[in-house]
């Protein structure tokens, strides 16, 4: 690897530790308040929702539903209105999207 993608890394991390740092830092132990509390607690499923959405969508620079999203769409609706566990819809879901896949 060459030196500016080492250099991008360690910036990286510098980076990283320096926002995880900076919360407890300003808090100074103290607790948060409720209501931003919870806020906070929402945000990483919500970023995770957003990352797999714009993956599962994105195709260059369009939007494109295809198989994968077929496969995501009913992997998601199998937890939500079957109550299927996770290794179930994630299963389903990677068997659709084979399919599709092999008949598209």
């Known amino acids: 690897m060459t030196s500016t993608i080492w250099w991008t890394i360690v910036g990286a991390t510098i980076v ?3 926002i995880k740092a900076f919360g407890p830092v300003v808090m100074g132990g103290r607790e948060l308040p409720p209501r931003i509390s919870g806020v906070i ?3 990483a499923p919500a970023l995770l929702a957003a990352l797999v959405v714009t993956s599962v969508l994105a195709d260059g620079d369009e939007l494109h539903v295809g198989a ?3 496969g995501v ?3 998601g609706l199998l937890m939500v209105f079957a109550r299927a566990g996770i290794l179930t819809a ?3 879901a990677a068997a659709l999207t084979a399919v599709l896949r092999l008949i598209g």
């Open 90 to 92: 994630v299963l389903v």
């Open 41 to 43: 607690m929402l945000m």
């Open 68 to 70: 994968d999203f077929v």
């Open 16 to 18: 990283t530790a320096v």
């Open 73 to 75: 769409a009913v992997g």
